[in-house]
């Protein structure tokens, strides 16, 4: 498995030629998620973020 290494967004890390997410859900629980770009990772990451402030997050809205 390829090296984690942080970017200079809290909760971004490239691994090779990827980007993961990391982010708790309302819960506590944490997750991963894989973006092709730095761009993709920074939106998915506002995102999951603004759902949650919302009360609108859900595992199913992700997809």
């Known amino acids: 498995m390829a090296t984690k290494v942080k970017t ?8 090779g030629d ?7 859900d309302p819960a506590g629980k ?3 998620n ?3 770009t730095i761009a993709e990772a920074r939106s998915f990451k506002s995102k ?3 759902d949650k402030a ?3 997050y859900s595992m199913t809205s992700m997809t």
């Open 30 to 32: 944490q997750h991963w």
């Open 48 to 50: 999951i973020e603004a």
């Open 18 to 24: 990827r980007y993961q997410v990391a982010y708790r």
């Open 54 to 56: 919302r009360g609108e």
């Open 34 to 36: 894989s973006c092709i």
């Open 8 to 15: 200079r967004w809290p909760g971004i890390y490239a691994v």
